[in-house]
C-alpha cells in the first residue's frame, strides 16, 4: 500500500544482477572485436588513393593490423589469396587502376577473401559511376562511405562536393539499407552520427569527433580498420566495433588537440594505445 500522499516507492535495483551487455542486448563486444583483431594482426591488402596511402597505412598500424599498399594492375589480383582482408578505394582511380580494382575484387570473391569498397565522389563523373557499379557487381562484403557517397552509389540524387559529404546522415539511411539488401553488403554511412545495416539490422555509432572530417583521408583509413576487423568476424558486427573504436580513439584526441595537424597526430598515438577496458565503457552502439 502506497505511503499517505505519496506514490509507490521504486523498486530496489536488483542486487547482484550487472546491467545487459552489449552482446546481450544484440551488439557486438567493441573491446573483443579489438583484441581478436590485434591478436590476429591481419595482412590486408589496400588499393588506395594517393592522398590517403600513408595516412590509411599509418592508421592500420597504429591499431595493430598490417596494411600493404598493392595496386598496379600486374599484380593487385595475384595478392589477394596473400592477404586476409582487401580495401578498394577510387579516390584517385584511372583506366589501370580501375582495371586493378576490379581484377582484385573479382579474385576477393573467388578466393572467398572479405572486401571493403570506398566509393570516393562516386556521384561525380561519369568514369567513377561506371567504376562504383563494376566494383558493386563483384559482391563487397562492406561498403563505407559518407552519405553523398552512399546515397550516389545506391542511385540516387545526392549533394557531394568531390570527396566532402553535403547531405546528411539520414538522409542516407533508406539509400543504405535499399542498398545492402539489394548487394548483400553491409553498408556503413559515416558522418557525425554512424549509420550502419546489413539491410535487415541496423545500428548506429555514437562515437567520433568534429576534428575527423577535417583531416583528409581519416574516412579512407577508417575503411582499412573495418577491413583489418572483417577479416576476423562476421562483418556487421565488426563494421561497428571497427567505426566504435575508429571514433572513441577520435574522441580522445580532441580532447587534447589544438588543432587539425596536432589532432592528426594525437590520434595515431590514441589508435596504438586503445585499451580494449576503455573502449567497452566508451563504445555508443545503439540498435536503429
Ligand atoms: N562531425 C563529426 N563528428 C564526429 N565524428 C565525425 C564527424 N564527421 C565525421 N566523423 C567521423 O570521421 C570518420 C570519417 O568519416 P567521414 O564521413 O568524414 O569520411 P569521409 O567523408 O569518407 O572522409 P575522407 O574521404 O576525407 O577520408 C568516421 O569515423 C566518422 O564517424
Ligand atoms: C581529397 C581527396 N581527393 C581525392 S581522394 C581524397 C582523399 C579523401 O577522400
Ligand atoms: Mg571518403
Excluded at 530496489?12 to 544484440?26: F, I, N, Q, W
Excluded at 557487381?137 to 540524387?157: D, H, K, Y
Excluded at 562483418?235 to 587539425?260: Q, R, S, V
Amino acid at each position: 500500500m502506497p505511503a499517505e500522499g505519496g506514490a509507490e516507492p521504486p523498486a530496489p535495483l536488483p542486487v547482484g544482477r550487472p546491467s545487459p551487455t552489449a552482446e546481450e542486448r544484440g551488439l557486438p563486444d567493441t573491446a573483443d572485436h579489438l583484441a581478436r583483431m590485434r591478436a590476429a594482426a591481419p595482412l590486408v591488402q589496400n588499393i588506395t588513393n594517393f592522398v590517403a596511402m600513408n595516412v590509411m597505412a599509418n592508421a592500420m598500424l597504429a591499431i595493430g593490423a598490417s596494411p600493404a599498399m598493392v595496386h598496379a594492375e600486374d599484380e593487385a589480383a595475384e595478392f589477394v589469396p596473400l592477404a586476409a582482408a582487401l580495401s578498394i578505394n577510387i579516390g584517385t582511380p584511372d583506366a589501370r587502376w580501375a582495371e586493378a580494382m576490379c581484377a582484385a575484387a573479382a579474385a576477393a570473391r573467388a578466393a572467398g577473401r572479405p572486401w571493403v569498397l570506398d566509393p570516393v565522389a562516386v556521384g561525380a563523373t561519369r568514369f567513377r559511376r561506371d567504376l562504383g557499379a563494376r566494383l558493386l557487381a563483384q559482391a563487397p562484403t562492406v561498403i563505407r562511405g559518407n552519405a553523398s557517397e552512399i546515397l550516389a552509389l545506391a542511385g540516387g540524387t545526392q549533394a557531394g562536393r568531390g570527396a566532402d559529404a553535403a547531405d546528411s546522415v539520414a538522409a542516407a539511411e533508406g539509400a543504405a539499407r535499399d542498398l545492402a539488401r539489394r548487394s548483400g553488403a553491409v553498408v556503413a554511412v559515416t558522418g557525425p552520427v554512424d549509420f550502419v545495416t546489413d539491410g535487415a539490422r541496423a545500428a548506429r555509432v555514437a562515437n567520433g569527433h568534429p576534428m575527423m572530417p577535417r583531416v583528409t583521408a581519416l574516412g579512407c583509413a577508417l575503411t582499412g580498420v573495418v577491413a583489418a576487423f572483417v577479416a576476423e568476424a562476421d562483418a556487421f558486427d565488426a563494421t561497428l566495433a571497427a567505426i566504435a573504436c575508429y571514433g572513441i580513439a577520435g574522441e580522445m584526441a580532441g580532447a587534447t588537440a589544438a588543432g587539425p595537424g596536432s589532432f592528426q597526430v594525437a590520434f595515431l598515438d590514441t589508435l596504438a594505445a586503445l585499451d580494449p577496458d576503455e573502449v567497452r565503457a566508451r563504445a555508443r552502439i545503439v540498435a536503429a
